[in-house]
C-alpha cells in the first residue's frame, strides 16, 4: 500500500495550503529579470544645462539623459515573456483577424460589455465617447477627470465636473481606505438639479487626481444606483482596474475570497461602459479600448473609430499589440504580480517617510504622490511648487516625476503633488532607494529653490508642452498674507492678497 506524504520523511514539506497563506511568497518578488537595459548617469552640472534645455519642463528632456523615470505608468512597463510570445503570433490582417478575436474574447470576459472598440489608447476612447455623447454645456460628473479625460470633455464644450468624496488636504487628517470615492451626496443633487445636461457619469478607478486612491465597491454600487435613478449611463476610466480590484480584495468586507478577476467583473457589472488604457494595467506599451453595451451608441462610435483610428478589428492597433494586450489584461490580475507591484510603491513610501517627505496615505498601487509644500512651504501655489519639486528632484539625482497640481489643472486644481509613477515590472528595491536618498538631497538643498514662472503655455494640456523658468530670490512677491500650511511643518506660506485666489489657495492648504 503506497504510504502518504505525511507518511514520508520529507512529509513535512507537503503540508503548505496554498500561496496566499504562505508569508515568503507574499515577500518574494512576482518576477525575475530576463533582459536588461543600461541606465546613463548625467552629471549634476550636466543635468542642469539639459533642464534648462528643456525650459524647465520634465517632459520635454531627452529619455536617454533620465537615470530613474517616474514621469508615468503609462506605456512604460515591462512585458512578460508570454506577451512577446504572443506577439509573434499577431495576424495583420485588415480585417477578421484572429488576433482581434482574441483581443474581443480576453476583454469580454474581463469586462462583459457588448460592444469593443479598439483604440490606439485610452484618450483615443474617450475622444470617441465623449464625441458621441457631450454637447455646449453638458456636465460631466466624476469621482475626478484626469488630464485628458477632462480636456476631452471641454473640447466638446462640456464641464468636467470633479465630485470626490474627499478633498485634499483634508482627506490627510484621517485613514481611510478608499479616499478615491464619488461624493455620492454631491452627485445626486448634480443629478438632480442639473440632470438635463448630463448625459453620463463617470468613475475613475484607481482616482489618478486624488493620489491614485482607490474606490469601493460599495461605493461603485451606490453610484450605479443613482445613474439608474436618474436613467444616466455609467461609463468607468478603467486604466487601473486591476489595481482597485486588489485594493476592495485587501480592504473591503466581503471580498477577500474572492479572485481579482471576479471582483473586477462586478465591478464593471454596474457600469454601462468603460474607456480603457491598455498602457496601465493592460502593461503594454500602447493601445487602448471603448466598450458600450448600448447597440446605438456603438454604432455611432463605430463611425467616429473608422475614421479616427481604424477599421473596427484592429482600431489603429496592429495585431501583435491586439496580441499582446490579451495576455496582458489577464496577468495584471495575477495575485502574485498585483502583490508585488502594491508593495514596491508601499516601499517606496515607506522610505520617503523616513526622508521626512509628506506622502498621500494610504499608498496607491500605482504610483507614490508627494505633498510638495511639504519640501517647499515658503513657495506659494502660484509659482508651482511641485513642479519646483519635479524640476530639484532631476537636478539632485537625474529622476523625473510629474507634477499633479496648479499647472496640469490651473483653476480646477486642489492639490500640489509631485506624482512618482512606478512603471510595470521595471525598477527594483535598489532603484527606489536611489530615488528616496535623492529626496533627501533635496530637502538638504531646498533652500537653493525658489519656484517657477510661466514663460510660455498652451490653453489645453499646457503641462506636456510648458516653457518655465525660475524665480530668482529679488522675484519672490513682498506683503504676502502668512498662513500655516503642512500637516508636520510648521512653516509659513506666502500667499497674495488676490482675493478669490487667496480663498482658494485657503481652501487647499485648510485655513
Known amino acids: 500500500m503506497a504510504s502518504s506524504a505525511k507518511d514520508d520523511n520529507c512529509g513535512l514539506f507537503f503540508e503548505t495550503t496554498d500561496i496566499s497563506s504562505d508569508i515568503l511568497a507574499a515577500e518574494c518578488p512576482a518576477f525575475r529579470i530576463k533582459s536588461v537595459e543600461p541606465l546613463f548617469y548625467q552629471p549634476r552640472e550636466k543635468r542642469i544645462e539639459l533642464l534648462v534645455e528643456a525650459h524647465f519642463n520634465p517632459f520635454l528632456l531627452a529619455a536617454k539623459d533620465v537615470a530613474i523615470d517616474l514621469l508615468t505608468d503609462s506605456g512604460t512597463g515591462a512585458m512578460s515573456a508570454r506577451q512577446w510570445a504572443a506577439l509573434m503570433k499577431g495576424d495583420e490582417s485588415y480585417a477578421g483577424s484572429i488576433s482581434s478575436e482574441n483581443f474581443q474574447a480576453a476583454v469580454k470576459k474581463i469586462f462583459g460589455f457588448r460592444n469593443v472598440l479598439p483604440t490606439h489608447q485610452g484618450r483615443g476612447a474617450e475622444r470617441i465617447l465623449f464625441y458621441c455623447t457631450v454637447q455646449e454645456g453638458d456636465v460631466v460628473p466624476s469621482n475626478s477627470h484626469f488630464d485628458t479625460t477632462g480636456a476631452n470633455i471641454m ?113 464593471f457589472s454596474y457600469a454601462d461602459g468603460c474607456t480603457m488604457s491598455a498602457k496601465k494595467d493592460g502593461i503594454c506599451n500602447i493601445g487602448g479600448f471603448l466598450a458600450i453595451n448600448d447597440e446605438h451608441l456603438a454604432q455611432k462610435a463605430t463611425e467616429y473609430l473608422i475614421m479616427w483610428e481604424g477599421f473596427p478589428t484592429y482600431g489603429g492597433l496592429a495585431g501583435r499589440d491586439l496580441e499582446a494586450i490579451a495576455v496582458g489584461l489577464e496577468e495584471a490580475l495575477d495575485i502574485q504580480y498585483m502583490r508585488d507591484r502594491v508593495n514596491s510603491a508601499r516601499f517606496l513610501g515607506k522610505l520617503l517617510i523616513e526622508n521626512g517627505v509628506d506622502i498621500i496615505e494610504p499608498v496607491g498601487g500605482s504610483a507614490v504622490y508627494i505633498e510638495a509644500q511639504s519640501v517647499f512651504p515658503y513657495i506659494p501655489l502660484h509659482n508651482f511648487p511641485a513642479w519646483t519639486l519635479g524640476c530639484a528632484l532631476y537636478i539632485e539625482g537625474g529622476i523625473r516625476g510629474a507634477e499633479i497640481g496648479t499647472v496640469m489643472f490651473g483653476e480646477r486644481s486642489e492639490s500640489e503633488l509631485l506624482r512618482l509613477a512606478l512603471p510595470r515590472r521595471v525598477y527594483t528595491h535598489k532603484h527606489l532607494e536611489y530615488v528616496a536618498k535623492t529626496f533627501g538631497k533635496v530637502i538638504r538643498n531646498s533652500h537653493m529653490y525658489k519656484g517657477m514662472k510661466i514663460v510660455e503655455s498652451l490653453s489645453t494640456l499646457r503641462h506636456f508642452t510648458i516653457h518655465m523658468a525660475p524665480l530668482r530670490d529679488g522675484e519672490i512677491p513682498k506683503n504676502h498674507t502668512l498662513v500655516k500650511v503642512g500637516r508636520k511643518s510648521s512653516a509659513a506660506v506666502y500667499l497674495p492678497p488676490h482675493k478669490n485666489l487667496l480663498k482658494r489657495q485657503q481652501s487647499i492648504v485648510g485655513v
Open 155 to 267: 473640447f466638446c464644450k462640456g464641464v468636467a465636473l470633479d465630485c470626490p468624496a474627499c478633498r485634499f488636504p483634508d482627506c490627510q487628517d484621517y485613514h481611510e481606505n478608499f479616499k478615491g470615492n464619488m461624493n455620492t451626496k454631491k452627485l445626486e443633487v448634480v443629478l438632480k438639479d442639473k440632470g438635463d445636461v448630463i448625459p453620463l457619469v463617470m468613475m475613475t478607478v484607481t482616482n489618478n487626481t486624488m493620489g491614485g486612491q482607490p474606490v469601493s465597491m460599495a461605493n461603485i454600487r451606490r453610484v450605479s444606483e443613482l445613474c439608474r435613478q436618474y436613467n444616466k449611463p455609467l461609463y468607468i476610466d478603467a486604466c487601473r482596474y486591476a489595481e482597485n480590484a486588489w485594493f476592495i480584495k485587501e480592504n473591503e468586507e466581503g471580498y477577500n475570497d474572492k479572485s481579482l478577476l471576479e471582483i473586477a467583473q462586478e465591478m
